[in-house]
């Protein structure tokens, strides 16, 4: 089935230690988007990619950054995690504007 | 400054009765609305949508309302089924922003057998 996969499920890491999650769609979708969703709180969109064309959204923090090497993959990065960064981050991909996001499960991140 | 609101955290209905998850909005600028839906573990999938220029839009056991003059949707599921149970989230897209959803907080519904 086409879908939107993230990698990995859960991921615990130290104060400042890099850390990258992954995710994949097999729906050929032009648009990725990367959300942060804190405990009880609205997802948050980070930033997304039009094909190559990279929208940051003027409050994330420098601390985070992306990549999309092709159209199936899209990288987050977090360079220097800090203990609030803590939170579940969604993926999602969409075939342009207006359309419908299709949502991967997300990441679990724990910065400790 | 939140400009996606749901106001209840959670809502719980008898099975065959209605649901009516509720969302305001704060920005005149938003014109196309969107419902998801989310399991636990899972992402939230879509559900249903409505544009600014109509004030219902139908799917089956869904439907949505929207009052612009009151900034308010609501979203009416009828009749509730168990398996309707999960965090509902509303979220709105703005002129200009086409690419990018603010969400609400979601409501939490449990139908009860």
């Known amino acids: 089935d086409a879908m939107v996969i993230q990698n990995p499920r859960y991921q615990v890491t130290q104060f400042g230690k890099p850390v990258t999650l992954s995710c994949s769609q097999t729906l050929n979708h032009n648009v990725m988007y990367w959300y942060q969703q804190k405990s009880s709180q609205a997802p948050k969109l980070l930033f997304h990619?039009?094909?190559?064309?990279?929208?940051n959204e003027a409050d994330t923090p420098d601390n985070f950054q992306s990549r999309r090497p092709n159209t199936s993959f899209c990288f987050l990065d977090i360079r220097s995690p800090g203990l609030g960064d803590t939170a579940m981050y969604l993926c999602?991909?969409?075939?342009?504007?207006?359309?419908?996001?299709?949502f991967g499960p997300g990441t679990r991140l724990l910065v400790l | 400054d939140q400009q996606v609101k749901q106001n209840s955290p959670s809502l719980s209905v008898q099975e065959g009765r209605i649901s009516i998850l509720n969302c305001d909005y704060t920005?005149?600028?938003?014109?196309?609305f969107l419902w998801y839906k989310k399991y636990p573990a899972e992402g939230p999938t879509f559900l249903i949508s409505i544009s600014s220029i109509k004030d219902k839009n139908e799917d089956g056991r869904f439907t949505v309302f929207l009052n612009k003059s009151a900034k308010h949707l609501s979203l009416h599921i009828v009749p509730s089924q168990p398996g309707d149970s999960a965090v509902y989230f509303c979220?709105?897209?703005?002129?200009?922003?086409?690419?990018?959803?603010?969400f609400g907080t979601g409501t939490l519904l449990a139908v009860q057998p």
């Open positions: 920005n005149s600028m938003f014109d196309y």
């Open positions: 999602a991909s969409g075939q342009g504007v207006r359309e419908t996001q299709y």
């Open positions: 990619y039009y094909d190559k064309d990279f929208n």
């Open positions: 979220a709105a897209s703005a002129r200009g922003a086409t690419n990018k959803l603010i």
